[in-house]
């Protein structure tokens, strides 16, 4: 049976979850584009690294002929699944393309197994709380202590959260650390301690000992302190960064 690596050019998708989606719709598409200068540039890399890649029987087809417009997909044996891997998460890095592992629908390396950074633009108040979700779900399934920070490019204005022994806790940042022109008023304040948060001190902050089944919800939280509370608007450039602790 063989074993399948995707690569594409594009933006990092948010989590895994994401990225199946991004590779289920770059599967569906097809096409016969000739390959992007990235793509070329990718298996020039994979060759130089590895010289006899090319004529290798570790391959099914030669690597290039299996490139279609921005994206590769390719199959190889699976004695040799574990070096590749290891060439391709190298190379790809280099490169800034995102490489995918179809059989275990997650990025390589995953998304929850060290620090990431991908940028996005805020996405309407009805589709962020699916994205946060998969997010914080990602790593609240890895067992793992994971951080996560979204951040709004323009004015650094930040909420985060931590995952730990399977508890979660949300941080938004306070009001002391934010220009005054971006502080809440009274309504503002109100709101915050209405969903649930403690007073900043520095940041406001909301803890549930079950993350799991807290998810949704906090989900949904962070989506109203955004969009709602702090007014931040549709197509805001963001950035989101992801790490263990």
Known sequence: MSYFFTIWHGPSPLSNAHATSEY???????????????????????????????????????????????????SVSPNATNDVRKLVEEVAGELGLVAFDPQRNEMIPSAVSLLRTAEFDLPEAAHLPLHLTAVIGEALDAGETMAGVVEQVQTSFYVQWLVQSGTLTLEVQGEGLVPVDMQLDDEG???????????????????????????????????????????LPTGSPMRLQTFPV
């Open 24 to 74: 289920q719709r770059l599967m569906a598409a097809g096409g016969e584009d000739p390959p992007a200068p990235s793509i070329i540039q990718f298996v020039e890399a994979i060759e130089q690294s590895y010289p006899a890649f090319e004529s290798s029987p570790i391959l099914e087809t030669p690597l290039v002929r299996q490139a279609v417009g921005a994206s590769i997909s390719f």
């Open 189 to 231: 304040r109100n709101q915050m301690l209405d969903l649930g948060f403690a007073e900043y001190d520095p940041n406001w902050s909301i803890h549930w000992e079950d993350g799991i089944g807290s998810l949704d919800q906090a989900a949904q939280i962070l989506t109203h302190v955004l969009v709602t509370i702090r007014n």
